[in-house]
């Protein structure tokens, strides 16, 4: 279709002629009220290092990572210059990818005045638009390989997500650590201090301590982070409730967890009982039987054919696999040093298309449906992974959150 694409916003005044029906200021004010309504959304996105999208380079868009010195540690001789040090330069590339989405609305939409439904639509894709694009990036730096488990509730040490139970919180003392880790891997501060993004559920925990400093006692003297809800052991905690979530869906329609019905000894193939899952729906996933983990390679609707050998007794409960132990969920909390990832700058990849009544031709012969949507160009990539440290706990809610 020959159909026209108005980039960015606000509908022509009737007495204003120009291409395709928008004025100049009136796109303005739409592409404004877009990102407007998606800053609030990118929590993980505010503390990237921002790099301008590469128009005209291809489709890779690529960071400068720079080494470090070595101390210069032998006297200068007088007189004689000292040979120079070099400095390393390392390069990380990440493709770029589009992303989008569109509302079809019928009949309501004029072209020559401005139209609260069309504002109304704008606002939550801008709302769509932010949320989209910072889960892009969150689940980019969640793949950090700097983790550390909350202990449980005696101070005994957990080495693993799926032996994580509610139990194991984020404490005043955690996090002491996460922020010492941080230090010893030097990682500079942002505006003085490290910065943590959580999930309301951990925050919850993590105000009952005597140490917390909500945020509004040093408003005042400082600008706040978007999302920002106080600090602890020189940490800034942001809260959002897309900070990411580790848990398993139930394995069946009719039921959470299944029973193993044969006993089994070193054994790849569990028989069942206790719910009913499609032939094939747990292919790829992950169940917790006893402390064993493992890859779901195939199942009918009362056996499952496992990628590792299990030994289960009869009764004994097949939990989901993809968070904690007993299938409850974790919560992925990143603790940050400035620079540790980087991300393109939004506001070059992004724009509003309203498609107005009539643009379409034939296929809407009686110019029924006009629609707005938007799109944008994204990629994240971690720079430094010593900077990122994911404090993996759980909550109080653990067994009432779900994935995200």
Known sequence: MNDHIYDLQLFADSNVQTTGGLSAEMKTYYGMELLENARPQLVHNQFAATKPLPTGGGKTVEWRKFGSFDKALTPLTEGVTPDGSGISVSYITKELAQYGDYTTVSDMLDLTAIDDVVLEITDRHGANMGLTLDTVTRNEIQQGNQVLYAPDEEGNEITSRYDLTGACRLTSQLVARAATHLKKM????????????????????????????????????????????????????????????????????????????????GGKTVSFEGGAPAAGALAGRYVLIGRVRSRVVSNTASAMT???????????????????????????????????????????????????????????????????????????????????????CGSSYSGQDKAN
């Open 186 to 265: 030097n990682a500079p501060t942002i505006d003085g201090k490290y910065v943590c993004i959580l999930h309301p559920s951990v925050a919850f925990d993590l105000r009952q301590d005597p140490d917390w400093v909500a945020a509004h006692q040093y408003a005042a003297a400082r600008e706040l982070f978007s999302g920002e809800i106080g600090e602890l052991h020189g940490v800034r905690f942001v809260e959002t409730t897309e900070a990411k979530i580790f848990r398993g869906a139930d394995l069946a329609s009719d039921s959470r967890t299944l029973t193993v019905k044969t006993a089994v000894n």
């Open 306 to 392: 496992l990628e590792d050998n299990v030994t289960a007794a009869v009764g004994e409960t097949i939990y989901p696999g993809e968070g904690g132990a007993g299938g409850c969920a974790v919560y992925g909390c990143l603790f940050l040093g400035k620079g540790a990832y980087g991300v393109v700058d939004l506001s070059e990849g992004t724009e509003v298309i309203v498609k107005p009544r009539g643009s379409s031709g034939t296929a809407d012969p009686l110019d029924q449906r006009s629609s707005v949507g938007w799109k944008g160009v994204h990629a994240a990539a971690i720079l430094y992974d010593e900077y990122i440290l994911r404090v993996e």
